[in-house]
């Protein structure tokens, strides 16, 4: 593997891309996985059942957030291995077992980013979601097979980013929010509930999302501690837009049931924009979710697919590389069909952002298991800190999962 990405176009070797370009493109990425369709989804559905208490729940996965992926990040930089890689070193054939839920659950999610693509051309032209999706998948397709497709991706999801940002602004600005009731209850819930933190966690940082970053600065080339400096920078980058993003769907969330509108079950996201700016905000909502459904089916197939590369040699990298684009392309039809066949985009989001929860303390542990071995790690020292806020969250995420079980069984 090269030391710095290098594109390649009809066999001629253009300039590599720097360490900052290819971690700025990892940032975005995981940013973007994160605040995908899932996230407009559960966000909106749980402001509407919880109001300001919800804050909680989102301050709670902006520091988990924090906390995984900056271990994630340099655990597997500092490596130079992806993370099913890692895994088979800590214990043979775990490795196996965590790209399986990973691609599982990355699949299962990706029905509904390219649900949530194919709603937003709804929206926005009036066509059948349906055939919206096929649209969406269609234009997945054709930016993973670019030549140069690293750097469309990269450049794609970061043009979509900004128009997110600069949509949910509008809608905060033309909305009367409760500033200080979303503040009090964020720092003082008066209700907390743990299937909403298990859900909204695991659908902006569990299964696939938590590796999306790492896994693209590894197939950029990027490793080892001298690389640390990029890292902290994209990871610390990523977090900060993707926390932007949430804060601001949450705040136009609570302003629109506070002013006792009820949400739409099957859209719910949609009847924020609705209500904060009638037709014209629809629209918007139709550009906003086509984004984040784009975003975040890129953001799914990249790193599903990593997971089935368990090659280290260079050699062997260029004999994957050609099936690559097979299996990429298959992972998008596949998550088209069965969404243009079975539907129901938003409860898909909702509860496959339980399972990705499930998932998180389970990947993360393995990780900062290998944190520890010279074997995998070299004579990096991981900062004590992040190893101990680290196992915190293994903790905490197993006992809300626990939780989040035991109330949904009663």
Known sequence: MKNKETEFVDKKMIKPRSSRSIAMG??????MAAVGPGFLTQTATFTGQMGAN???????????????????????VVSGKRAQVIANE????????????VAVGGLLFNIGNIGGAGLGLNVLFGISPENGAVIAACIAIAVFVAKNAMTVMDHTVQVLAVVKIAILIYIICVM????KAAVTHTFMPTDINFYSIVT??????????SFSGGHRLIEGGMKGEKELKYVNEGAITGIGVASLIRILLFLAGLAVVTMG????????AASIFKYAAGNFGYKFFGILLFAAGMTSTLGSTFTSISFLNYTEKAAAQEKIAKYNRLFVISFIVISAVIFYFVGQPAKILVVVGAINGFILPVALAILLIAAR??????????????????????LFML????????????
């Open 26 to 31: 990892a940032a975005f990425l995981m940013a």
């Open 54 to 76: 919800f804050g909680f729940a989102i301050l709670i996965c902006i520091v988990v957030d924090f906390i995984v992926q900056m271990n994630v990040w340099r655990i597997i």
């Open 90 to 101: 800590v214990l043979p054939g775990l490795g196996y077992v965590l790209s399986f839920l």
């Open 176 to 179: 009367s929010v409760p500033y």
């Open 200 to 209: 909204i966690v695991g659908g902006t940082v569990g299964g696939y999302i």
């Open 261 to 268: 509108y009820k949400l739409d079950p099957a859209n719910p």
């Open 373 to 394: 071995k010279k074997k995998i790690i070299g004579s990096y020292h991981h900062p004590w800190i992040l190893s101990l806020t680290g196992w915190l969250v293994v």
């Open 399 to 410: 006992y809300a999962s626990v939780e989040a079980v035991i109330k949904l069984i009663h």
